[in-house]
């Protein structure tokens, strides 16, 4: 289920202008062979390019340099039909795309991007599944470069499931990447919540406070009392002049039905 209040976002690069575009349908095409995966998978491109919705994750960190933020992009009737994965691993040593492709609600394909930056050999692994989930083929191509990856060609590998579980408990805030209050850091003159999971180790995301609100300023009375507590809340990702991005909090509360 995925919880779109939750991860609002109106970047000006990626949301949409009504005024400007016309919308259209997604083209659906019968998946019955490889060429027909491709085909699905380039329409749903050129379609969340042009037209698509879409809601994003919190930006989640470790004091480990482990990183992770989701953004799912949807249809007309804000179903997923693409979710995309950004990562970095344990003390920077990879990072990568994952990207997944769904068609009635179920991932179809998946496409992985990724580099070690041990070695900065860039690696590409396409996998196709069937709609209970089984992998029907997998490829992959390496390279030294992006560049030269563009330009390898693919070979057959073993059959490798890219699991989409992980992305989709990061952008619905479940288990690991839930929203409990961790406290305020203040940086400068700018005040940030940090919400996380519990304990040393775990996932944490800062939103910047622009305003105190009664939810904001009750918290404030008595940190302790509401640490560890699970937040609901809305946010925005603001991208300044210069290049500096933030997230911002829009609206927090105690409950769903309070946003």
């Not at 691993?89 to 496409?111: I, R």
């Not at 490829?139 to 057959?156: C, P």
């Not at 406070?209 to 603001?238: C, H, M, P, Q, W």
Request: glycine fraction near 6%.
């Amino acid at each position: 289920m995925l919880i779109i209040a939750a991860c609002k976002s109106n970047n000006s690069k990626k949301s949409i202008d009504k005024t400007e575009k016309p919308q259209k349908d997604l083209i659906v095409y019968t998946l019955k062979d490889e060429k027909s995966f491709d085909k699905q998978m380039m329409e749903i491109d050129s379609f969340v390019l042009a037209y698509g919705k879409f809601a994003s994750s919190l930006d989640y960190g470790k004091e480990d340099k482990t990183n992770i933020q989701v953004d799912a992009h949807l249809d007309n009737d804000e179903n997923i039909v693409k979710l995309v994965e950004n990562f970095t691993d344990k003390d920077a040593t990879s990072m990568g795309t994952n990207s997944f492709y769904l068609h009635d609600g179920k991932v179809f394909m998946s496409k992985e991007i990724f580099v070690t930056n041990s070695s900065a050999d860039f690696s590409e692994r396409i996998s196709y599944y069937a709609p209970n989930g089984i992998c029907l083929k997998s490829k992959e191509r390496k390279a030294v470069s992006e560049v030269l990856l563009q330009k390898a060609k693919f070979e057959a590998v073993p059959k490798t499931v890219c699991s989409i579980d992980r992305a989709m408990r990061a952008l619905n805030h479940e288990k690991e990447f839930a929203t409990t209050f961790q406290g305020f850091i203040q940086s400068g003159k700018d005040s940030y919540m940090i919400v996380g999971t519990p304990g040393s180790g775990g996932y944490t995301s800062a939103l910047k406070v622009r305003s105190t609100d009664k939810f904001i300023a009750e918290i404030r009375k008595d940190e302790l009392r509401y640490l560890n507590g699970t937040i609901y809340l809305e946010f925005e990702k603001i991208e300044e002049v210069g290049g500096f991005t933030y997230q911002s909090l829009i609206k927090g509360s105690w409950t769903k039905e309070a946003l």
